[in-house]
């Protein structure tokens, strides 16, 4: 990727659009939001490819994030807690919670942070 700099951030172009990235948000989207969303939706994907491999069946995931940054270091993003919600019809608790374990593992995002920003999930199955 090949960023430039605009007047208020910068921006790329890639095959599906631009995006542009700038620490004043009617500019762009925000770096944090970036990372929220990167880890936020390499988890639902990894999720989704894990229940279906389990064989369970699921309609809809959502997911909520809530992020806690520090403003005493350069506003650091400390902890992104994930909240899943679920839509299935007879989805088994413990295998979903078997599924959020195996997500955690094998998203690539979330392994990419461990150890410098804290990562919690939890679930609900409507």
Known sequence: MNFTMKENGFTTDL???????????????RPYQLLTASIAVCSGGVL??????M?????????????ER????????????MHFKITGSDLDEKKVHKAMELTRKNCS???SVLGSIE????????
């Not at 095959?15 to 989207?29: A, I």
């Not at 989704?48 to 491999?53: A, D, I, P, Q």
């Not at 520090?70 to 807690?81: P, Y």
């Not at 990562?119 to 409507?126: L, P």
């Open 119 to 126: 990562i919690t999930e939890t679930f609900e199955i409507n």
């Open 55 to 67: 064989r369970l069946s699921f309609e809809d995931i959502a997911i909520e994030t809530e992020v």
């Open 48 to 53: 989704r490819s894990v229940l279906n491999k």
């Open 109 to 111: 995002m979330v392994q």
């Open 15 to 29: 095959p599906y659009g631009m995006l542009d990235v700038s620490g004043n948000e009617e500019h762009g989207y």
């Open 70 to 81: 520090n403003e005493q270091e350069a506003n650091r993003v400390e902890k992104i807690h």
